[in-house]
């Protein structure tokens, strides 16, 4: 098949590469023609595991191009994915411009003579589907000759090559089903799990044979998106209360949540404790649907509650170390961990970002050390006053308190007397419990972790 894609952001760019691997014809689009350039080149503008790899592979073999100019791409693809980003607005609501910007340059491309299926993996609100149609139809005068489908994304940041291929579920939400029969030609492989070993990504798990397909309409689809995320993010939140409890009442939140995830209707995964969710999707996401329903006259409270729940967590890493030092003004404090999770350079909605601002704010002197996001911090938040050093070992030299705030796998294997050595005073907050608290404290440090007794 020939397909475009749309927005070389992370969505776009995993997508085109792995379905390139499939042997589908793949033209990458994106507005950023400085972008387009960089790929050419086999630059990968993102971090993420074996995408390096995986696109050099498929550009060398030709199924994978990228173009800054749309035409005549959209004119020969049988299937065309948006995956342009979708960011909030101050409302809440996402900003739809760039995609509706697509949407009409897809609409001014389309063969009359070519069925073409527009397929949506941009996280978008409810409802939206309609209005591409509505403006594809418009553009192609009444005459329907393409059909609309919504294909949430689910894939995570850091796992993104893995999840897209060994995926837990497809989603589809057609208008017709001829579009269904195209958009199931696309993933047969994946579906069927019928390819062979990629470059860059691990081989396929033992247990998975075949991944499910749902085929629903495109509101539902739609709503699947929000829903998965809303479940996540407030799962999260959710832990994060019993952890503050767990704090007041000397349990320990780590085998708190064991306990209850073995509960095989709750399950392990979203369960830990810590500084809250960050990343491009799940703040975006509650704001959108909390609009979405606001819009219809009903105000989902758990939604409301799982985003103040996950502020005020943020929050409570300065508190914590007022509590420990006193007076903020003057205290040296490292930070480790700037991207919103592991295994990825992406800093949008971090949490990282409000906890330095909040140390600025009290007078902190901030040094920051991350394996992979410094460069991208140092970009996108020239603001930031803060000193950042090539090491965790630097961050820490002279600080009075060290700060976990990403759980990168480096900072686990720390020596922990080397630490306490370059340290001012050995305090440590974990705001994502990865040290055991016993015996860190039998090194010296005096321990805060997130959800665990003080002693
Ligand atoms: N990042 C994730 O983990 C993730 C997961 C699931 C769903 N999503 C959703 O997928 C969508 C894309 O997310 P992302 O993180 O890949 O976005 P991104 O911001 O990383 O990338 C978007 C890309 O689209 C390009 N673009 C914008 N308007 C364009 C246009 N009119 N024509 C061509 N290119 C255009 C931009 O230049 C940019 O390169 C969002 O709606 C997001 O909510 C993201």
Redesign the pocket.
């Known amino acids: 098949m020939i397909i475009s894609v749309?927005?070389?952001?992370?969505?776009?760019?995993?997508t085109g590469a792995c379905l390139a691997s499939f042997g589908h014809k793949v033209f990458c689009?994106?507005?950023?023609p400085a972008?387009i350039e960089s790929l050419k080149k086999k630059i990968v503008?993102?971090y993420e595991k074996g995408m390096k790899e995986l696109v050099e592979a498929n550009v060398d073999s030709g199924q994978l191009l990228f173009t800054s100019s749309?035409n005549p791409a959209f004119r020969i693809s049988d299937v065309i994915i948006i995956?342009?980003?979708?960011?909030a607005l101050k409302t809440g609501e996402?900003d739809l411009s760039?995609?509706f910007?697509?949407t009409r340059?897809i609409g001014e491309s389309l063969d009359p003579e070519r069925f073409t299926v527009v397929v949506t993996?941009?996280?978008?609100p409810v409802g939206t589907w309609s209005k591409l149609a509505s403006i594809l139809g418009s553009q192609r005068g009444g005459h329907s000759h393409f059909g609309v489908v919504s294909n949430?994304?689910?894939?995570?940041?850091g796992n993104?090559l893995w999840d897209t291929v060994y995926p837990d579920r497809i989603v589809i939400g057609a208008c017709c089903q001829r579009s269904v029969k195209v958009i199931r030609d696309l993933y047969r492989p994946i579906i069927e799990q019928s390819f062979g070993n990629l470059p860059g990504i691990p081989p396929r798990p033992g247990h998975l044979k075949r991944v499910e397909l749902i085929v629903t309409t495109p509101v539902n689809a739609e709503m699947i998106?929000y829903a998965a995320n809303v479940f996540l993010a407030t799962k999260i939140s959710l832990i994060n209360e019993i952890a503050n409890i767990c704090e007041r009442v000397g349990a320990d939140v780590t085998v708190v949540s064991r306990g209850v995830g073995l509960d095989h209707r709750i399950g392990p995964e979203f369960l830990k404790a810590g500084i809250g969710w960050g990343?491009?999707?799940f703040g975006?996401?509650l704001a959108s649907i909390l609009h979405t329903a606001g819009k219809y006259g009903y105000f989902p409270q758990i939604i409301d509650a799982a985003v103040q729940v996950n502020t005020r967590q943020r929050q409570k890493i300065v508190l914590d170390l007022e509590d420990l030092l006193g007076d903020l003004g003057g205290r040296t404090i490292g930070i480790l961990g700037l991207s919103f999770k592991p295994n990825t350079n992406?800093l949008?909605d971090a949490p990282s970002l409000d906890i330095i601002s909040g140390l600025l704010e009290k007078g902190a002197v901030v040094k920051v050390y991350d394996p992979v996001a410094m460069d991208e911090c140092k970009r996108q938040h020239p603001e930031l006053t803060v000193t950042y050093e090539y090491s965790a070992i630097k961050a820490a030299s002279n600080a009075d308190a060290l700060v976990i705030v990403t759980e990168w796998e480096e900072f686990r294997n720390l020596d922990l007397k080397q630490l306490k050595g370059v340290m001012k005073q050995a305090v440590i907050v974990d705001g994502r419990n990865i040290f055991a608290p016993r015996a860190i404290r039998k090194e010296g440090f005096i321990y805060k972790g997130i959800g665990r007794p003080d002693k």
């Open positions: 749309v927005g070389m952001g992370y969505v776009g760019l995993v689009y994106d507005r950023d972008k503008p993102v749309p995956a342009v980003g979708t960011p996402p760039s995609f910007s697509a340059q993996k941009s996280t978008v949430p994304e689910f894939l995570r940041e993104a998106k990343g491009s999707c975006k996401d992406d949008r």
